[in-house]
């Protein structure tokens, strides 16, 4: 599975972004799907979480609580693609955004439960 974000840049804070993951080599309807986050010096965190699936049915999710009603991820099995969009950026939201794949089930909220990663884009926010 090769995972590919885009969608990072420079916003200030209150801006919103939408970032994207782009999955491919195999199909991606029964897999839970995610995003981290990480600064220098910190590790790997959890943002959110949303579950795999029939399209048309109903995803869970889950969510940090520090972004909970700003975030909101959301996917396509169409398009084999899973969102953040993210709304009233803070300048602590800055950081490098990954994308994360898993044929695991349940709450998965840490990094070593996924098994494929994106390469990260990088979000910035400006105060």
């Known amino acids: 599975v090769q995972l590919v974000e885009s969608g990072g840049g420079l916003v200030q804070a209150g801006d919103s972004l939408r970032l994207s993951c782009a999955a491919s080599?195999?199909?991606?309807?029964?897999?839970?799907m995610a995003w981290f986050r990480q600064t220098p010096g910190k590790e790997r965190e959890f943002v959110a979480t949303i579950s795999g699936g029939v399209s048309g049915t109903y995803y869970t999710t889950y969510y940090t609580d520090s972004v909970k009603g700003r975030f909101t991820i959301s996917r396509d099995n169409t398009k084999s693609t899973v969102d953040l969009q993210m709304n009233s950026l803070k300048p602590e939201d800055a950081a490098v955004y990954y994308c994360?794949?898993?044929?695991?089930?349940?709450?998965?909220?840490?990094?070593?439960?996924?098994?494929?990663w994106g390469q990260g884009t990088q979000v910035t926010v400006s105060s």
């Open positions: 080599g195999r199909p991606m309807s029964n897999v839970a």
């Open positions: 994360a794949a898993t044929t695991n089930s349940g709450r998965l909220f840490r990094p070593s439960e996924y098994l494929y």
